[in-house]
């Protein structure tokens, strides 16, 4: 339905009882105060709405999104207290099977252990409308049905490192909704997809029989900060190979230097197509979280995270603001096509724009 709803068009909608309310909604969409209202009431739909205007990278939506973020923690402090929550990072190659494991431990977590769980599916974007793609999500059919889960795909709009530009304050507004547990998938892109660990709690390396030997283990890069190290899809033939690919990523793990010496990083095997030693899997994250968090080590890490992402913030909001300063944009087209000439370096002509942006008078 186009936005441009005639006089005639609105009455008959207000004639109509609930589908009229329901459009005028969506012509209207709610003030930032009512969303995180509703939010915190456990209002899926709200939630989603929220996390869409988070993502939205317009100014007056942005500014919105502030208003929503800062009144929804208020307001689920006043409603839930200090909650306990559980930030998990799932990574991994394309094809290790990390939607299938998610999909099958938020089922275990939902159904089991009792918990609420989120899913961000930080999937790529689309090179047309850059929005997510949605293959997480429609890869997972059974968790999304249930009422204490919910599962959100988020693009990455061309960032590197897993994980999608807003996904800490996607994470807050999840936990402000009430969600015990948050999953946190990432694109899948290898060792270098570190990023990570910058957003969650306990990072998670999901991997899958013959996929390397033992020794890719001891490489720079996401090994080094892996929590748990789980071999998928054990089962069937590929069982007995799971169990020796178990023992060679054990010894490989014994090599690297723990991040803290609270936890040594540990080895397991599960098949997220039958469910077995999902429930052993589990137990390690829940002895790692007890762990952690009895030593005052959850909340440290959180904080070291949220000044990890103010200066990524910081380092987003400038380059906006030099773009759309006032002489700014016919100073930045004068630079880019002198570096399609040639006759200037990448770092020169960023001193140049920064030069410029800093003597513009404010």
């Not at 977590?109 to 929005?131: K, M, Q």
């Not at 002198?338 to 770092?347: A, D, F, K, V, W």
């Amino acid at each position: 339905a186009s936005r441009c709803v005639s006089a005639r068009m609105a009455s008959r909608f207000i004639r109509g009882g609930y589908f009229a309310r329901r459009c005028v909604r969506a012509f209207h969409p709610a003030a930032p105060e009512e969303l995180a209202e509703r939010l915190v009431a456990g209002d899926r739909v709200a939630l989603s709405k929220a996390i869409t205007l988070a993502e939205n990278t317009r100014t007056d939506s942005r500014d919105k999104a502030l208003i929503l973020l800062q009144r929804a923690l208020l307001l689920s402090k006043e409603k839930h207290g200090e909650r306990e929550t559980f930030r998990i990072g799932i990574s991994g190659a394309p094809g290790v099977g990390k939607s299938s494991f998610i999909e099958s431990m938020g089922c275990y977590v939902t159904d089991n252990i009792h918990r609420s769980v989120a899913v961000l599916a930080v999937d790529p974007s689309s090179p047309v409308s850059g929005g997510s793609i949605l293959g997480d999500r429609t890869r997972m059919e059974q968790l999304p049905m249930r009422k204490s889960a919910f599962v959100r795909p988020s693009p990455t709009r061309g960032r590197l490192g897993g994980v999608a530009q807003h996904t800490d304050e996607v994470i807050q507004l999840c936990e402000c909704a009430g969600y015990d547990v948050v999953f946190v998938e990432t694109v899948g892109v290898g060792q270098s997809e570190v990023e990570v660990s910058s957003v969650c709690d306990m990072l998670l390396l999901l991997l899958q029989p013959g996929a390397g030997d033992a020794l890719q283990g001891i490489k720079k890069g996401i090994m080094e900060i892996a929590d748990l190290v789980v071999i998928n899809k054990a089962d069937g033939p590929l069982a007995e190979l799971a169990s020796r690919c178990r023992h060679e990523y054990q010894s490989a793990l014994h090599l690297l230097s723990p991040r803290t010496s609270l936890w040594s990083p540990k080895a397991l095997t599960c098949s997220s197509h039958t469910g077995k030693h999902m429930d052993r899997v589990w137990g390690a994250m829940s002895t790692y979280w007890r762990v952690m968090s009895e030593a005052g080590e959850i909340e440290r890490r959180r904080g070291r995270q949220r000044v990890e992402w103010l200066w990524k913030q910081v380092q987003g909001d400038l380059v906006d603001k030099l773009r759309t300063t006032s002489g700014m944009p016919s100073r930045i087209a004068e630079v880019e096509q002198r570096l399609r000439e040639g006759t200037i370096t990448p770092r020169y002509a960023s001193l140049q724009l920064v030069e410029a942006f800093c003597e513009i008078p404010r």
